[in-house]
């Protein structure tokens, strides 16, 4: 209880707060907040500094005084103690309201680490600005959900005697998807938290993601980036339920784009297409973007394939449609392979679309010869180009073997195929693609290897004849040794695969020793 002062004479001075000198500017919030503090608690300076028994008796007084001013507190006493009590805190001009003390951590950290507190008042005034409003867009963000299922569950109000519905509009959503696009662009200022993209798309809300559960203990989890996880836990949802629908086929893009050798995505993708009858030409315009980004995926190719197995059906019958696809294809495959002449992938996929279009003849052809000319050691465009002559069903026989002799390709097919070899082994002797190609030539034709006998010796002069022998290609000298052993003429055999080990291909002079060796035997 606060002490009674009797006589006048006696009567203590009011209490004064200790004069202090006029405080500086707050440069922090911090420091602002502990001169509020003070401001509000103006004896606790002196308590802090000097004690309870180091402060005057007014000061002290004052300073007990201040107890009383906690909720609750004054009324513990008398009436007549406190009104005593309101007249000396008003003698000593003791705020009836005080801040509480400042706690170093009650602004937090900001989302690089540093302490709020630390802010300057400008730099936390705008923090509270933007921390106000990410509220207010939260608030907004929650009624336009509440609206949005009161529409759909058919929900009015009356207007009048009359019920009007209430409606959730494109607009609505519209402008909810800038909301939320600036709801995520507060939260990743304020607090460095990255909102998922779907999360900021209305049209998703109504889809609770499957996250990926690894197993306990595993030893190799995977750390999946968050955009792909969060992405693929969409996915798995909507596939739980069998969903084909655009927003799905938006989904399966952006999980391509983030990993296009996804299989299971592609697969998803080709049944969405089915399903919603998407334009298949539309498909293989994207896909081409797709491709040429990622030129080295296989899923791509796998996709393609089955946009054009779903789509022949349709166009079987329109030999103008056939042509056009073909051309279309030829194209961009043609640029795919300007990109990489060897495209495993592309050079499978064009097999394919020549057998499922028609694709045989000059047209083929001639676009093969045209990569040939640019690279005459491009092994791929051999291989297709005598897949494309000696695959033709208008005179080849059904699936035929590619190394069987083929009595149904006319002899002017075979004479023009061994002319562009060996016009080709010309131009780069050394170069083994011609050569294989010219065998295989003759063993579809049925001929003789030794009907080009005359062609290959020119490449080999004085074979075996020491300091005079020139060989300008070792693909002659092994095409030499088959046709002397056809010949029976082994001993010349024997001695171009000893030549070949012992100079001319030294590193496979095992192979060459094998083949020898098959010479005694036979």
């Known amino acids: 209880m606060p002490p009674k002062n009797k006589g006048g004479g006696n009567r203590a001075k009011a209490a004064e707060p200790a004069k202090q000198v006029s405080p500086k500017k707050p440069q922090t919030i911090r420091e602002r907040s502990w001169q ?4 509000t608690n103006p004896y606790q300076k002196a308590y802090e500094q000097l004690g309870l028994h180091g402060m005057t008796p007014a000061d002290r007084q004052a300073f007990m005084n201040q107890e009383y001013l906690k909720p609750g507190a004054a009324k513990t006493l008398s009436n007549k103690a406190q009104k005593e009590l309101w007249k000396q805190l008003s003698e000593a001009n003791v705020p009836l309201r005080s801040l509480p003390r400042p706690r170093d951590n009650q602004w937090g950290v900001d989302k690089n680490g540093r302490d709020r507190g630390d802010y300057t008042v400008e730099e936390y005034k705008a923090y509270e600005q933007k921390r106000r409003r990410l509220m207010s867009l939260d608030h907004e963000s929650w009624y336009f959900k509440s609206t ?12 009048g005697e009359t019920i009007k519905p209430i409606t959730c509009t494109e607009e609505d959503v519209k402008a909810e998807r800038a909301r939320r696009k600036e709801m995520a662009e507060l939260t990743q200022e304020l607090y460095g938290v990255k909102t998922d993209p779907y999360a900021l798309d209305p049209d998703w809300d109504d889809v609770v993601p499957i996250p990926q559960v690894e197993p306990e203990g595993a030893l190799a989890s995977i750390a999946y980036p968050d955009e792909y996880a969060e992405a693929m836990s969409y996915l798995r949802a909507v596939m739980a339920v069998k969903e084909y629908t655009p927003r799905c086929l938006k989904l399966t893009e952006r999980i391509i784009y983030l990993n296009p050798a996804h299989y299971t995505v592609w697969l998803y993708r080709f049944s969405i297409v089915q399903h919603l009858n998407i334009s298949i030409p539309d498909e293989i315009e994207w896909l081409n973007e797709v491709s040429l980004t990622h030129i080295k995926n ?4 796998n996709h393609r394939q089955q946009l054009i197995n779903h789509y022949y059906p ?14 279309s294809e030829r194209q961009f495959i043609e640029e795919m392979l300007e990109l990489d002449t060897k495209n495993y992938h592309v050079w499978s996929y064009r097999q394919y ?4 279009l028609g694709m045989w003849g000059d047209v083929e052809r001639q676009s093969i010869e045209t990569m040939i000319h640019a690279d005459v050691r491009n092994n791929s465009a051999w291989s297709h180009r005598f ?3 000696f695959s033709d069903p208008a005179y080849t026989t059904p699936d035929p073997h590619a190394t069987e002799y083929d009595p149904k390709v006319p002899a002017d097919i075979i004479d023009r195929e061994v002319e562009y070899a060996e016009a080709k082994i010309l131009l780069a002797p050394q170069n083994q693609s011609p050569w294989n190609y010219l065998k295989g030539v003759l063993v579809k034709g049925g001929r003789k290897l030794g009907t080009v006998r005359e062609f290959v010796e020119q490449f080999v002069t004085d074979l075996g004849g020491g300091d005079n022998e020139k060989v300008r290609s070792s693909h002659a000298l092994d095409l ?13 055999a024997a001695l171009v695969l000893t030549r070949l080990g012992e100079k001319w291909d030294r590193i496979r002079k095992g192979y060459w020793e094998y083949r020898r060796r098959l010479l005694d035997q036979d």
């Not at 349709?314 to 051309?327: F, K, N, Q, Y």
């Not at 679309?353 to 499922?356: A, D, G, M, S, Y």
């Open 298 to 301: 296989y899923q791509i190719w």
């Open 36 to 39: 509020d503090y003070y401001d």
């Open 353 to 356: 679309l020549v057998r499922k």
């Open 387 to 389: 897949f494309v002559v």
């Open 314 to 327: 349709g166009i079987v019958t329109s030999p103008s449609d056939l042509a056009a696809l073909a051309d």
């Open 148 to 159: 949005r299922d009161k529409a759909k569950n058919g929900v009015g109000y009356f207007v």
């Open 480 to 492: 030499l040794a088959e046709i002397y052993k056809e010949a029976g003429e082994k001993e010349k």
